[in-house]
């Protein structure tokens, strides 16, 4: 029990293109599920905290107009990166609250060419 | 705000021994949930552990198994019979009882020696 899953593993995108992330929880409801970004061989970076039919909190610093985020249901959030640029290249992860825990999917790659 | 420290960028330890990370965190709360994630390779988080502070007693989980040490704000996570499957960077995360967000230590590399 308790899986998380994310779509697409790895992408790779032109600079100025939108590209959408999706998170979904398969076996359990989640109102709340959370965004990372993660760098290589460092910690995890909270993004934003998303909430099911409401907007999602943002973490100081982080743009919420290039980081949309939608939670329309119990089970799936998407994460839209809009107008790419290679700095926002970088490994995204998604989680999913359930039973005093978060549970993490397998994370996407992005890649902004 | 809630800080996690792990002191500890890497470690090694050799095929069936045992080795301990190290976890301090900074809290004026009395009731928090602590935790351990593995991240291999794959970069998949995997819940190794989960404590409870309420509960004097040590979580365990097979070949994991912490030392809460509630008044010193100190969580150590120690892999016993190590294996080569357990590489991989370990984070240490806090959270309130009332709030699913996780604070992250910077983690720590474990390397395992055949």
């Known amino acids: 029990g308790a899986v998380v899953s994310q779509h697409p593993s790895w992408v790779i995108c032109k600079s100025g293109t939108s590209v959408k992330i999706e998170c979904r929880s398969l076996d359990f409801q989640a109102t709340t599920m959370f965004w990372y970004r993660q760098f290589p061989k460092q910690s995890l970076m909270l993004m934003a905290t998303?909430?099911?039919?409401?907007?999602?909190?943002?973490e100081q610093g982080v743009e919420k107009d290039k980081f949309l985020i939608n939670h329309a249901s119990l089970t799936l959030s998407t994460l839209t990166v809009t107008s790419a640029h290679p700095e926002d290249s970088s490994f995204y992860i998604c989680s999913a609250s359930g039973s005093h825990t978060q549970y993490f999917g397998p994370g996407t790659r992005l890649t902004v060419l | 705000a809630q800080t996690v420290t792990q002191s500890q960028p890497e470690m090694s330890v050799q095929e069936a021994e045992t080795v301990t990370l190290s976890c301090t965190y900074d809290t004026s709360e009395s009731d928090y949930y602590l935790f351990w994630y593995k991240q291999p390779p794959s970069r998949q988080m995997i819940l190794v552990i989960r404590q409870e502070a309420y509960k004097q007693q040590n979580a365990t989980e097979n070949r994991f198994s912490v030392n809460f040490q509630k008044a010193a704000k100190s969580f150590s996570l120690k892999i016993s019979d190590s294996q080569l499957g357990d590489a991989a960077m370990y984070f240490c995360a806090y959270r309130l009882i009332n709030d699913y967000k996780l604070s992250f230590g910077a983690g720590t590399t474990v390397t395992v020696r055949a």
């Open positions: 998303s909430n099911e039919g409401s907007k999602a909190t943002y």
